[in-house]
Nanobody, 128 residues
Framework: QVQLVESGGGLVQAGGSLRLSCAASGRTFSIYAMGWFRQAPGKEREFVAGISWSGGSTYYLDSVKGRFTITRDNPKNTVYLQMNNLKPEDTAVYYC?????????????????????WGQGTQVTVSS
């Protein structure tokens, strides 16, 4: 069982930056693939970024490439999402997710149905 707690959301002007953190409980964090997803009002939850258990593979939604960076610190049981040059269309609730797997393919990490554990979400609002 893994519990995930996100933090770092807030209100920011367009062009600004935020760093989201996701702290995980448990002693086996290093064998979990991690993902960030987001859900805007009236829309489905979508993949934003994913990172393999080792950190060796990362994937991004096309619209955030070059602006967002996902990293992980396994000794701290934490995954981060650095978000730069934020746009109003990035406004959403952002969720952290975990899946106990050594798989690292793009198709796998981008698929929200593969993730077994989810955080409660953190709101990100970007004003124009």
């Amino acid at each position: 069982q893994v519990q995930l707690v996100e933090s770092g959301g807030g209100l920011v002007q367009a062009g600004g930056s935020l760093r989201l953190s996701c702290a995980a409980s448990g002693r086996t964090f290093s064998i979990y693939a991690m993902g960030w997803f987001r859900q805007a009002p009236g829309k489905e939850r979508e993949f934003v970024a994913g990172i393999s258990w080792s950190g060796g593979s990362t994937y991004y939604l096309d619209s955030v490439k070059g602006r967002f960076t996902i990293t992980r610190d396994n000794p701290k049981n934490t995954v981060y999402l650095q978000m730069n040059n934020l746009k109003p269309e990035d406004t959403a609730v952002y969720y952290c997710a975990a899946d106990r797997t050594y798989y690292s393919s793009s198709d796998y990490l981008k698929n929200k149905s593969q993730y077994d554990y989810w955080g409660q979400g953190t709101q990100v609002t970007v004003s124009s």
